[in-house]
């Protein structure tokens, strides 16, 4: 074997899919996992490589059993961390594949004089260090954000790793570091957190109880930037603290969210309610959800940050008939355009994916528009394109079962935009459980086995979305001879065509911006209904689950469970927790949820156990390089027996 290998009997070939006119895709077995060395680890995608953490040798120059990291362009594995004799922890890679940030207890620099774990940056066999070296220090160092090239990363720790920490109180300061250290976090004595930075890392983000500057006079957690040296005000500086949701690209426009009333920007302060706001550089504060008067969620931006979407049940235009959440639009210029109207029923529309020029919106609802053959009142994918907001094109298949959204790639107008449904979408699929799908020029197909019992969870795709990754127990190729969780590459061999009917567009038009004809007492549609509603009640259940998708392996894990405003849900389900520790092999714990009962327009926080040994048992993982996940398959259930099976995933730390 060369130090470039290669794996025999790794790729299948799945038949043409005719329900989704789609063409042949290629799987392959990324890496094998064995009953000996456990279950290889997925890192990231790079470019058109994959990168992931096994202990199994794979190539001639891997001298040890320890985990490292490695490689695989196309059928090529290369191993990335030669000449380790230790454990190499993966923790961020370059967008092209080049450079890798690490962390490991081996010493790769002469100054490197303890047995501390370590980060480093290592490009070819230059290894960098990034954290201090020599210290002898106790306290952990962690890493937050990399820039897209991985030669800058942002650190938290509680220890001074530059002497200029004023804090006294042992609270995490944060760290800009490139070879050399600096500190993001001055004048802030208190917890400072990082909660989102531009793509070269120039400005950051961070909250902070701290009174920073003088124009912060609250002692509430406010959101500040760090770039060049100088710590300036995000939020208002006032109330009871706000949230960071997103910001452009390159850092310069910051959007939060804030129940301090600002009636001078337009804030209707009869009801106290979130409202969106966005600050460009160090001008004054805008707010983005001018009218709303109920509760606001921030759904995405263009990469410049001109564009903004948010959903309210506040009707914003005229076209806006209905209380139903929905998803608006607040272009460059101020316009407001609402993205989901001309439903023949309307339930709750949820932003998933936003194009770079801002203009296409990919979204999560159970609306039912009849002109594309939607009439399920189950969740769906969506695809709208402003400005010509009336057009919906269905991007999840005619299924009648809920979608859940993974990913688009790339980020464009037209790009790739992959899902997971129990429907059976394609006639190879048999199994009955959730499967990845993929709709690619507006034909849907099979990217997952399908014909297996077990699950495939979606791992992240290609820029150009032609591969896409995924794990799973089942054993689809010769190759894979264990029943270990194993990684997979599905890749089209060509696009989709279309299948779904063109959509009608509506009229008259959503913006707020152009004169409407007077607003109907009823809801409009899209089209008109192919055939008449049912009598009975159908209505897909209103419920979500949410809650942090990174969180500790400490005692408990939280869910959220939110119910919509028409009535009460019921939530039950699974809970199954998957720790891969490239040493011990994978450890797994499944465990019912208790059945929790929740109000209309309410939600609920619900704490899952972690048993003291399976806590251990992740970060002893986490030690050797693997991971753990908490994936929960839930039922939600209204009074009419009405069900759907969202479903949530948490990768522990």
């Known amino acids: 074997m060369t130090a470039s290998a290669l794996i025999a009997g790794s790729a299948v070939l799945l038949a043409d899919v005719p329900a989704a006119h789609a063409d042949t895709r290629s799987v392959t077995l990324v890496a094998p996992g064995t009953v000996v060395y456990g279950s290889p680890t997925f890192n990231a995608v790079a470019g058109d ?71 480093y940056r290592l490009t070819g066999t230059t290894w960098t260090p990034l954290t201090p070296m020599g210290s002898g220090r106790l306290a952990p160092i ?32 944060l760290y800009l570091s490139d070879g050399t250290i600096r500190l993001l976090t001055p004048g802030a004595d208190g917890d400072n957190r990082y909660v989102g930075s531009s793509s070269d890392l120039s400005r ?14 609250n002692n509430y957690s406010d959101i500040y930037v760090s770039a060049a040296g100088t710590v300036s005000l995000v939020s208002d500086g006032v109330g009871d603290g706000d949230e960071f949701v997103g910001s452009s690209t390159d850092g310069t426009r910051a959007y939060t969210i804030s129940r301090d009333p600002h009636p001078e920007l337009g804030d209707d302060t009869r009801i106290v309610s979130p409202d969106v706001f966005v600050r460009a550089g160090t001008g004054p504060l805008q707010l983005v959800s001018v009218g709303a008067q109920d509760s606001v969620r921030f759904g995405g931006t263009s990469a410049d940050g001109t564009v903004a979407y948010f ?39 949820v932003p998933k994916s936003v194009s ?62 992959f899902f997971s449904t129990a429907d059976a979408l394609a006639t190879t699929e048999s199994d009955g459980t ?22 495939a969870y979606f791992l992240g795709a290609s820029p150009d979305g032609t591969s896409a990754y995924y794990e799973t127990f089942a054993q689809i190729v010769a190759a894979d001879t264990d029943d270990l969780l194993d990684i997979y590459r599905s890749t089209s061999t060509g696009r989709a065509t279309p299948t779904s009917p063109p959509a009608t567009p509506t009229s008259p038009s959503s913006s707020s911006s152009v004169p409407t004809s ?88 619900v704490k ?6 399976l806590r251990a048992a992740v970060r002893t993982a986490r030690s050797h390089g693997g991971d753990a996940r908490a994936s929960f398959e839930i039922s939600v259930a209204d009074s009419a027996g009405n069900v759907r099976a969202p479903t949530f995933r948490i990768t522990l730390r």
């Open 311 to 349: 959903t309210t049940m506040t009707s914003l235009v005229a076209s806006d008939t209905n209380s139903a959440t929905d998803v608006y639009r607040r272009g460059a210029d101020g316009q407001l355009d609402v993205m989901t109207g001309g439903a023949s029923w309307s339930g709750t529309s």
């Open 434 to 455: 959730p499967d990845i799908y993929v709709n690619e020029n507006g034909g849907v197909a099979l990217v997952s086995d399908g014909t297996r019992p077990e699950r």
């Open 49 to 119: 490589a994959v990168i992931f953490s096994s202990s199994e040798a794979l190539t001639a120059d891997d001298l040890d059993t320890d985990v490292d990291i490695y490689r695989r362009d196309g059928d090529t594995i290369r191993l990335m961390t030669p000449g380790t004799d230790r454990t190499v922890v993966f923790e961020a890679v370059s967008m092209d594949g080049s450079t890798l940030v690490v962390s490991t207890d081996e010493a790769f620099s002469p100054a490197d004089t303890d047995n501390d774990t370590d980060m």
């Open 518 to 605: 007077p607003v109907s007492t009823s809801a409009p549609t899209v089209g008109a209904p192919s055939t008449p509603a049912p009598a009975i009640d159908t209505t897909a259940p209103t419920g979500a689950v949410t809650g942090p998708s990174t969180q500790r392996a400490a005692r408990s894990l939280r869910l959220v469970l939110s119910c919509g405003t028409t009535e009460a849900c019921t939530f039950s389900g699974t809970a199954r927790v998957v720790v891969k520790d490239p040493k011990d092999g994978a450890t797994r714990r499944s465990s019912a949820l208790p059945v929790t009962t929740v109000a209309a327009g309410a939600q609920t926080t």
């Open 142 to 173: 962690r890493l937050e954000a990399a820039s897209a090239d991985g030669r800058r990363v942002v650190l938290s720790s509680n220890a001074d790793l530059t002497g200029d920490v004023i804090s006294s109180g042992g609270d995490d300061d």
């Open 204 to 217: 950051v983000f961070f909250t902070t109880s701290s009174q920073v500057v003088p124009a912060d006079g």
């Open 356 to 417: 770079a020029d801002g203009s296409t919106l990919v979204v999560l609802t159970n609306n039912d528009y009849p002109s594309v053959g939607d009439q399920d009142h189950a969740d769906d994918l969506y695809r709208v394109t402003w400005p010509d907001v009336g057009t919906k094109k269905l991007l999840s298949g005619s299924g009648e079962r809920p979608v859940e959204f993974e990913a688009t790639s790339p980020s464009t107008n037209d790009g790739r935009v």
């Open 608 to 613: 899952l156990k972690l048993p003291r040994k």
